[in-house]
């Protein structure tokens, strides 16, 4: 189980939205290698990173961030936003980005999901963003007909590294994960899920140790981290007292 702490990145600096409305930012730092580098310092893993203003642009609109956190880390990081095209895969991969997420691309373009994960074996992720269990795109701006369980079974044979699922509803307002959906998704595919939207405090990561979340790869925490309500020190000690194997019985 990977914590992966999120830098929203809008207009080059930090923030956080409510429910994924532009209109709903909050700025909480003007360096986002800055709070990169506090985020490793903190003993964080891998870094999650999404870039706004590409994915209701289509293209990246945050490259000079981007490559300032790449620059600053030496932890891992998993890049979306306005990946929509090969050639952007690639030069992201070329720059030092671990994993790239495809997320609109996925909906009306899944050929390009399959040639990336063929060319790029373990660094594709697909971003599956829902309301009501029906996938949104293009900065989710835009509701779709598809169900996540069926976009995420498309891609079951395709090589994909991982999906992470984000319920809008919940994503910036605290309101906790939305666990029983994302179990359900995660117990339907072979493909690793990350749980997105909402994770509010050390109940959740408590919650994420339990054994029926297991089959989850990660969760992705943004604003409780930067409010100050989850202990970066006592949610990565908690995670990592759940990965210690049981003593053996005598």
């Known amino acids: 189980m990977i914590l992966f702490p999120a830098i929203d990145l809008k207009e080059g600096q930090c923030v956080r939205l409510a429910q994924g409305d532009m ?13 990169a580098h506090a985020f490793e310092r903190q003993g964080f893993e891998y870094l999650h990173v999404v870039d706004l203003d590409g994915a209701f642009a289509g293209a990246p609109r945050n490259a000079d961030a981007v490559e300032a956190i790449l620059q600053a880390l ?4 998993q890049l979306g936003g306005g990946i929509r095209e090969m050639r952007t895969i690639a030069r992201w991969l070329e ?3 671990a994993r790239v997420i495809i997320g609109t691309a996925a909906v009306k373009d899944p ?18 963003d829902a309301k009501d269990g029906v996938v949104a795109v293009e900065g989710w701006a835009h509701t779709t007909r598809i ?14 590294a991982a999906i992470i ?6 994503d910036g307002v605290l309101k906790g994960l939305n666990i029983e959906a994302t179990l359900a998704l995660a117990n339907a595919l072979t493909i690793p899920v990350i749980a997105s939207g909402g994770l509010a405090s050390l109940e959740d990561i408590a919650r994420l140790t339990q054994p029926d979340c297991a089959r989850l790869a990660g969760a992705i925490t943004g604003r409780a981290l930067y ?9 990565l000690a908690l995670l990592r007292q759940a990965r210690r194997p049981a003593p053996a019985s005598s």
């Open 165 to 170: 699922y984000t319920d809008i509803a919940r």
């Open 227 to 235: 409010d100050g309500r989850l202990d970066p020190a006592q949610a």
């Open 147 to 160: 169900s996540a369980l069926d976009l995420g079974r498309g891609f079951e044979d395709a090589g994909v």
């Open 95 to 97: 720059k030092g980005v």
């Open 111 to 128: 050929a390009l999901v399959r040639e990336a994960a063929r060319l790029y074996p373990g660094r594709i992720a697909v971003g599956i």
């Open 74 to 77: 030496t932890i891992p990081v």
């Open 23 to 35: 209109s709903r930012a909050t700025i909480f730092n003007d360096d986002p290698a800055e709070q």
